[in-house]
């Protein structure tokens, strides 16, 4: 399975490019020319789940619960839709949105000339939101249905674009991270005060990344020094026994940069699961008990120009986490861990050759009641080379090879096939002429238990003029079957085939000095689409599911009020001709999300609001356990003692709504918080 992008100096200028190592540098132009405005300030896995026998998927036999907040998520939606008529009384002399992306094309490209819909999160955003978690920060945008099952630490999924949660690639520092187990990532257990900046690409990216991207990509770059060494830290506490603590030092030069950070969260948590001890009902257990976690992280990163053609990067992220949840197993002990190495050469300012080299390790100790135990390790080795060939004026030739072997050791589900190989070869076009803009790709991947399976990707976009673009893509996609999907002792199916989606995107939008809006509407078909059958207690496969959406987004700066909106619509469906769930949703997807964040400064003091929420969704495959929409409010401070120092106090949930977003398992209510902050500028 592939690594992300493997770097290159921009074909136009010659200088450093992107790298998921590096993060975008203000190298001043794209790889296909164009300019770029760079603001430098600006379950295994196992473990983590409530439950990982039978009754963890018994959604079926569950009872409902749906809170009385129908109106929440309309109304939401709402607000969302009533701020983006802002963007036409957008401040003249805002800052110009623009940043730089690297997923989408393995290369660095403007975010506004990204033709897959994308977006990107940096180090100021993360801040400025005061997120405790990766959830937190990526809820409610577009394309992103989240689930979460307990609170802070706890079991969460990401179904981006409506299909599975395994359907999302998910790399750190351009190293795939997705359990070989499950095919889930961690994101409870990365900690916000280890990452730089977040990149989410929606829509089919299997010609460029291999299996598993049906949804799309996630690319998570670890912190990044530049500038004179310096320390700083943060400090906090609040609800539910929250403390906090974080500090590195870091710095570089032109020649090189090195970085270091630790980090320490606690709660004592809420009761994760309200609880039965009715047999296959909830989370078959009734503990009502606080279920506390504890995250330790550490993390190293550096990097050297060895000459003005060789480069030499690294960088290590290890997180433990120990939590307490509900059900058969009630603890856990977690380690993921990810290793990233990069060499970059570049003979002329038209060649560029970049060597990868990754490891990433998901280990879980799980303990239960009555000395049960359970464990499980997977590792993932990975290696890839990208070379960069600029073949003529705007136009860029990437061509590429992934390995990667995934390996289960120690687990205790004792699976018949426990390892696996896959070799990906992939060629990509990205050109510009005039006014249109072209991206194609093609890529072949040599699995070693299923074969070969060939992917494909053509996109095309035009300006228009005032601003104005649009934009359409096609492409296919595959996922093979997780080791778990085949080989679980309860629910494993060994007879599974691949799955193969195909999708298509129409978008349209529009960016000036300071303001900017977009829609994109979509629809993927998928084929086998593998998921559970809580009647049968088994994996299935669904002949066909067709999912359908729409996102809207919009940002502008409005008398000093910097506004954000994210509206989506998804409709995701089994379309399976005769099937007794015909045209029934598929599970945990909420038709509507949304966000809307208003951020002010006043001088030395700071504030801001977050409003998200979802419509209802259903718990299970057949539609009979429905889980209530919700909204939320959130408000933020944020005041300058010094330049260096910081007070930063938050109210999450200020309402205190209850509702749950995976049927049984509660959300926090109002929870507060308090922290300083020292980072010199």
Not at 11 to 18: F, I, K, L, T, W
Not at 137 to 155: E, F, P, S
Not at 156 to 164: D, E, K, P, W
Not at 358 to 378: C, L, P, V
């Amino acid at each position: 399975m592939p690594q992300a992008w493997e770097g290159a100096w921009t074909v136009a200028s010659g200088h450093p490019a992107a790298s998921p190592e590096t993060g975008p540098e203000a190298s001043g132009r794209d790889a296909v020319g164009m300019a770029l405005d760079v603001c430098g300030d600006g379950r295994g896995i196992g473990a983590c789940l409530p439950v990982v026998t039978p009754p963890l998927r018994c959604a079926g036999v569950r009872g409902t619960w749906s809170p009385p907040m129908k109106l929440q998520s309309r109304m939401l939606s709402l607000a969302v839709l009533a701020a983006l008529p802002a963007l036409a009384l957008a401040d003249d002399g805002a800052a110009d949105l623009d940043q730089v992306l690297v997923t989408a094309t393995r290369t660095p490209i403007a975010l506004q000339d990204s033709i897959a819909p994308a977006q990107v999160i940096d180090r100021a955003q993360i801040e400025s939101s005061q997120a405790t978690s990766l959830q937190e920060l990526l809820q409610g945008r577009a394309g992103i249905n989240l689930t979460n099952a307990g609170g802070l630490g706890k079991q969460s999924s990401l179904f981006l674009r409506g299909t599975n949660s395994s359907h999302t690639v998910v790399l750190v520092d351009g190293v795939r991270i997705n359990s070989a187990d499950l095919g889930l990532a961690m994101y409870q257990d990365l900690p916000l005060a280890q990452i730089e900046r977040v990149e989410i690409v929606r829509g089919p990216q299997s010609s460029l990344y291999g299996a598993d991207a049906i949804g799309g990509v996630i690319q998570i770059f670890t912190r990044r020094n530049q500038g004179d060494f310096a320390p700083h830290f943060q400090l906090g506490g609040g609800s539910n026994g929250l403390r906090e603590a974080s500090g590195g030092i870091g710095g570089g030069t032109e020649r090189g940069w090195f970085g270091a950070d630790i980090a320490y969260q606690h709660s004592d948590g809420i009761d994760a699961c309200r609880g039965s001890a009715t047999l296959f009902t909830g989370c078959f257990a009734d503990e009502p008990d606080r279920d506390g976690y504890r995250n330790l992280s550490k993390s190293l990163r550096g990097g050297y120009n060895l000459s003005d053609q060789w480069t030499v990067e690294g960088s290590a992220l290890r997180a433990d986490g120990k939590n307490h949840y509900d059900g058969y197993y009630n603890y856990s002990e977690t380690r993921q861990q990810v290793l990233a190495g990069k060499v970059r050469y570049t003979p002329s300012e038209q060649l560029t050759l970049t060597a990868n080299v990754g490891r990433s390790d998901n280990e879980s100790d799980n303990f239960g009641d009555f000395g049960a135990r359970g464990s499980a390790q997977t590792h993932r080795d990975s290696a890839s080379l990208q070379a960069d060939i600029g073949i003529a004026e705007g136009q860029l030739l990437s061509a590429g090879v992934d390995w990667s072997e995934d390996n289960l050791d120690g687990s205790s589900a004792g699976y018949l096939v426990d390892s696996r190989r896959n070799t990906g070869v992939f060629l990509q076009y990205q050109a510009r002429f005039g006014r249109h803009q072209l991206q194609a790709s093609a890529r072949n991947d040599d699995n070693q238990q299923f074969g070969n399976h060939a992917t494909g990707s053509l996109g095309w976009a035009m300006e228009l003029g005032h601003g104005l673009r649009v934009n359409a893509s096609y492409g296919t996609a595959f996922k093979a079957p997780t080791f778990s999907d085949l080989y679980d002792p309860w629910s494993g199916v060994p007879t599974l085939d691949p799955e193969k989606s195909k999708s298509a995107n129409l978008g349209i939008s529009q960016q000036g000095q300071g303001w900017r809006w977009g829609l994109d509407v979509y629809e993927t078909r998928i084929d086998d689409l593998i998921t559970y059958d809580a009647a049968t207690f088994r994996m299935q496969q669904v002949e066909k599911a067709r999912i359908r959406g729409a996102e809207l987004t919009g940002g502008a700066t409005v008398a000093g009020f910097d506004i954000n909106a994210q509206l989506s619509f998804t409709d995701p469906r089994n379309r399976t001709n005769g099937s007794a769930q015909f045209d029934n949703w598929l599970a945990r997807r909420a038709q509507q999300t949304a966000r809307l964040d208003i951020d002010r400064r006043f001088g030395d003091f700071r504030t801001g609001l977050t409003v998200q929420g979802a419509g209802k969704r259903y718990d299970d495959a057949a539609n009979a356990v429905k889980v209530g929409g919700y909204g939320t409010l959130d408000l933020r401070a944020e005041y300058a003692l010094t330049p260096a120092w910081s007070v930063l106090a938050r109210v999450a949930n200020v309402f205190d709504r209850e509702y749950e977003t995976v049927a049984w398992f509660n959300q926090p209510g109002r929870e507060y918080q308090l922290s300083v902050r020292y980072q010199p500028r």
